[in-house]
């Protein structure tokens, strides 16, 4: 049997819950990006094509 058997099965137990939810990091993201998104609109916005 292979000696890094029983560390996976450790590994694989002992998962905690992350100290910072990945909803919020989603969000946070998300707004971020929307924001950025916002703001290239509105500089580029009503200017023709050239």
């Known amino acids: 049997m292979s000696s890094i058997a029983p560390l996976v099965v450790l590994a694989s137990?002992?998962?905690e819950?992350?100290?910072i939810?990945?909803?919020v990091v989603?969000?946070?993201t998300f707004v971020?990006?929307?924001g950025?998104?916002?703001a290239v609109i509105s500089?580029?916005?009503g200017r023709?094509?050239?």
């Open 32 to 34: 971020i990006l929307i």
């Open 43 to 45: 500089i580029g916005g």
């Open 48 to 50: 023709d094509h050239s």
């Open 26 to 28: 989603g969000l946070i």
């Open 13 to 15: 137990e002992s998962g």
């Open 21 to 23: 939810n990945v909803w």
């Open 17 to 19: 819950e992350p100290l």
């Open 36 to 38: 950025l998104l916002a």
